[in-house]
T-cell receptor, first 111, second 113 residues
């Protein structure tokens, strides 16, 4: 398998649920990113990891918790979300940080 | 603050040429990129400009003028499959200082027959 993969592709959860989004990159990149994309809005950077170390937390609420166990895997743990958190969550990776490769995204709906 | 401005919508016909502009105001500038995103799909990289001038890749070209804080994406010989959203993005810091991409709100291009 090549590129950046994300699972699940679709997720519906209640506000009291706990779920996790998974991202895996098969490109040998050292940087990984989580973005949130709401309808008709620009991509919002959430977290950046370089060599497994978090280098950016863009004022994201604590109900979103990232985890990067190694340079190929990135998780986003979700807990006590709000309906306004419903969006497309995109993972990306890069090496030279010139070009980012995006996964297909997880379409999240919070009821 | 940091902002990138681009038109929200553009409509053109097949075979035509369309230009999508992007102006930016960022604390730092280390390159302008363009990404394409089809409805329901992932953004895909199109082009990158670090220096002033025109970069050409097939039917797509991208231009940068750092003195004007301005760039554009030029799409030639438009095809129906070019209907998508196009995002400009600026890197605000160098690679070794944790530079990240700041995205514009996207331009929705509709190509008509």
């Amino acid at each position: 398998e090549t590129g950046v993969t994300q699972t699940p592709r679709h997720l519906v959860m209640g506000m009291t649920n706990k779920k996790s989004l998974k991202c895996e990159q098969h490109l040998g990149h050292n940087a990984m990113y989580w973005y949130k994309q709401s309808a008709k809005k620009p991509l919002e950077l959430m977290f950046v990891y370089n060599f497994k170390e978090q280098t950016e937390n863009n004022s994201v609420p604590s109900r979103f918790s990232p985890e990067c166990p190694n340079s190929s895997h990135l998780f986003l743990h979700l807990h006590t979300l709000q309906p306004e958190d419903s969006a497309l969550y995109l993972c990306a990776s890069s090496q030279a940080q010139r070009e980012q490769f995006f996964g297909p995204g997880t379409r999240l709906t919070v009821l | 603050g940091q902002s990138l401005e681009q038109p929200s919508e553009v409509t053109a016909v097949e075979g035509a040429i369309v230009q999508i502009n992007c102006t930016y105001q960022t604390s730092g500038f280390y390159g302008l990129s363009w990404y394409q995103q089809h409805d329901g799909g992932a953004p895909t990289f199109l082009s990158y400009n670090a220096l002033d001038g025109l970069e050409e890749t097939g039917r797509f070209s991208s231009f940068l003028s750092r003195s004007d804080s301005y760039g554009y994406l030029l799409l030639q010989e438009l095809q129906m499959k070019d209907s998508a959203s196009y995002f400009c993005a600026v890197r605000d810091r160098p690679d070794n200082q944790g530079g990240k991409l700041i995205f514009g709100q996207g331009t929705e291009l509709s190509v008509k027959p």
